[in-house]
């Protein structure tokens, strides 16, 4: 049996005591202390919600929350489960990407608007001029509005509504972070080369096909000067990611038009090859002009002399459209001989290194 001295106070008694797992006092509900959490405020035109429109529009909120939560989920789970490749897979992975995402921001959205609406009081605001630069006393009302909007906006006291957003905004914020995985892997060399390269295919020299129609062409068919053809590696004439490097441009030159800047060795019967992806930052280049032979590039006029080795002459270019050396087979069609001799496409990517390595291999021959 002990004393009890009303001296001492009891750690207990200083605290109010709280099960856990029972709801928390009203005020502790409120961002506002307890009196003014319940402190009406008596303004003209300040209309409080109808307790029951509040309630029904609670429960909206919340579903559209919650709809933004499962969306954003989806999202995630489409950018891993939908690879990107040929035209369908991406077609499909870009749906899934925007349908999920757009539902997403959708319900977040509509989730706020119904919340405002149906939740929060109905003010008459108006807005007074005043001068730009606020004095102290204007700075603490706003701060009490502040305040005193987050407590009406009932974000301590809806929990349901609390947490539903809180989970609606959880996988939309994990979101940029699962795009991150498209940093990586380094390229390490695959820019510098093309499928073009016999050795990739045991040393089989592919045709060169119509862009569009996949046939292959024989040079006695492409015999007209100053014609232009696309033409893509044969067997890979709808895979993208590869015709993004190699797909090439087929222009026909009187031989005797045919300049020292471009390789006659890599030639046929005039026939010259040039890289399609612009040096520049890798538009199709495809437009060409017959009389001056001049290859235009559509997105910021670089311009190429076809018959100097596809020279820039004009634009922002910086280096010449790399030439595919090209021969014909038993057939009489079309091949590659050779992969381009230097990185296709801008040249800000490992050009110093592959030219670099492009040299060292010139010496060696
Ligand atoms: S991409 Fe060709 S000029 Fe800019």
């Known amino acids: ?50 307790p029951r429109t509040a309630k029904k529009g609670e429960r909206i909120a919340a579903l559209c929350f919650t709809i933004t939560f499962l969306a954003g989920i989806a999202f995630i789970a489409s950018y891993v489960i939908f690879q990107v490749g040929d035209i369908d897979s991406t077609w499909a992975s870009n749906l ?27 003010y008459n605001m108006v807005q007074e001029r005043h001068p730009m630069a606020s004095d102290p006393q204007v700075r603490e009302e706003v701060g009490t509005t502040f305040m005193k909007g987050a407590d009406e906006s ?24 699962v795009l991150l995985k498209d940093l990586g892997p380094l390229p390490e060399t695959k820019l510098r080369h093309t499928v073009w390269n ?38 890979y004439e709808h895979d993208l990611t590869v015709l993004a490097k190699a797909t090439v441009i087929l222009i026909n030159l009187r031989p005797e038009e045919i300049k020292s800047g471009t390789n006659k060795n890599w030639t046929h019967n005039g026939i010259v090859a040039y890289s399609k992806i612009c040096t520049h930052v890798g538009c199709p280049a495809a437009l060409y002009e017959q009389n001056t032979h001049h290859i235009l590039c559509p997105c910021h006029q670089s311009t190429f002399d076809a018959t100097d080795g596809a020279k820039v002459i004009f634009g922002p ?32 990517w490992e050009r110093g290194d592959a030219e670099a390595e492009y040299r060292e291999q010139g010496k060696q021959t």
Request: cysteine-free.
């Open 1 to 50: 049996m002990t004393d009890h001295n009303p001296e001492i106070e009891r750690p207990e008694e200083r605290v109010p005591r709280r099960v856990i797992g029972t709801p928390p006092p009203g005020a502790a509900q409120s961002l506002l202390g307890e009196e003014e959490a319940h402190h009406e405020v008596k303004v003209p035109g300040v209309k409080p919600q109808d």
């Open 154 to 177: 009932g974000f301590v006291k809806h929990k349901l509504l609390r947490r539903t957003l809180l989970a609606a905004a959880a996988p939309l914020g994990l979101a940029p972070l």
């Open 198 to 235: 016999p050795n990739q295919h045991g040393g089989k020299k592919l045709r060169l096909m119509v862009e569009g129609t996949g046939q292959p062409i024989r040079a006695t068919d492409f015999n007209t000067p100053g014609g232009l053809l696309s033409v893509v590696p044969e067997g």
């Open 96 to 122: 899934a990407l925007g349908a999920s995402l757009t539902i997403a921001l959708l319900g977040l959205a509509v989730g706020m608007v119904v919340w405002a609406r149906m939740v929060l009081p109905k």
């Open 317 to 348: 270019a910086a280096r010449p459209l790399p030439q595919l050396p090209i021969d014909v087979d038993a057939e009489g069609y079309l091949i590659a001989t050779g992969d381009f001799p230097v990185p296709v496409g801008p040249s800000f």
